[in-house]
């Protein structure tokens, strides 16, 4: 019997290499770290640091990387069951520079890379459909065949009563063109129950300032329990069906912003998995993203996502510190 996961994270996981030096473009920078990454592998990581239970599915190649990065999961308390290794791709790769401001630009080595290579048939059904949440980005909506098994698990999830997490995550550098991206990210919008976007990423959607009420409320859908726009340092805004507000962030030294917005997503998975009423209950939800805007500020002071990923009493301790 496979054990099951209160919350399954479906996508890409794949290796950064981050430069030794902030501030230097690709080019120009001697040396690299290598940090583990994909979105969808950095959340359920955060959510296992945080004392939830994650699993991961997805698709890395037989290859050195491709078993560090299975490694490093089992090591983070994630649930490496959903975990495949294809003999025919590489594990992904991403150089990613920091600019002065610890802002990030990409560089993706994937032609095709493993984790787009999954298959439908592939998929850990039973992982997905007792999960309380299921959690997925848009990077593996690019290609088939992982677009179809995307399709395939999220329809499973729905069926079996699962609640549908979605960050789109946009990495334009994936996509054939920015109005592809647009599609592709909105194909699936009105299945998600509850959605995270940056403020980068709704002016991006909508092509509109992401501070204009009209571009958040064409996000909306009726389907939604909770939207959740993150503001950077600024904190975040909530819309749910009967209320919607702010909740500011916390000031730290920020030198990496990579992983940020995905420990953010985590801590509030755990929160949701661990009392929907948070959905309906104001005080409950504030007091959950004020939480998950300090995992995500303690993850920017340092480099690399899963090993910035902070615990529970990191969190609080930054919390109790900015009264």
Not at 8 to 18: A, Q, S, T
Not at 93 to 121: C, H, Q
Not at 286 to 307: D, E, M, R, V, W
């Amino acid at each position: 019997m496979a054990a099951s996961s209160t919350i399954v994270c479906f996508g890409e996981m794949l290796i950064d290499f981050v430069p030794d030096t902030a501030g230097v473009s690709l080019a120009e920078s001697q040396g690299f770290l290598k940090a583990p990454g994909g979105a969808p592998a950095n959340v359920a990581c955060s959510i296992s640091k945080l004392g939830g239970s994650a699993a991961f599915i997805g698709k890395v190649g037989k290859d050195e990387f491709g078993y560090m990065l299975a490694d490093i999961l089992k090591k983070n308390g994630v649930n490496a069951e959903g975990v495949l290794f294809d003999e025919h791709a590489r594990t992904a790769l991403a150089f990613v520079t920091l600019k002065k401001d610890g802002e990030r630009e990409f560089m993706f080595y994937r032609n095709p890379s493993a984790d787009m290579l999954l298959k439908e048939s592939e998929l850990k059904m039973d992982l997905i459909k007792k999960a309380k949440i299921f959690h997925y980005g848009s990077i593996s909506l690019i290609t088939e065949p992982c677009r179809s098994a995307h399709m395939a698990a999220m329809k499973a999830a729905k069926q079996a009563g699962v609640l549908l997490s979605y960050d789109p995550n946009v990495r334009l550098p994936l996509w054939p063109s920015a109005e592809a991206a647009r599609q592709g990210i909105k194909s699936i919008w009105n299945e998600a129950d509850f959605i995270k976007v940056s403020d980068d990423e709704v002016e991006f959607l909508t092509q509109k300032s992401p501070d204009n009420e009209e571009a958040i409320k064409s996000l909306w859908h009726d389907g939604l329990k909770l939207l959740v726009v993150t503001d950077g340092e600024k904190g975040c805004r909530y819309y749910t069906k009967s209320f919607k507000g702010k909740v500011p962030g916390y000031a730290v030294k920020a030198i990496d912003t990579t992983g940020a917005g995905d420990s953010f997503v985590g801590s509030l998975l755990v929160s949701m998995a661990k009392d929907t009423s948070i959905f309906t209950d104001e005080a409950k939800l504030k007091q959950a993203l004020a939480f998950s805007n300090a995992c995500g500020a303690i993850c920017t002071t340092k480099k690399g996502a899963i090993p910035a990923l902070p615990t529970v009493s990191d969190a609080q301790a930054l919390m109790s510190g900015s009264k």
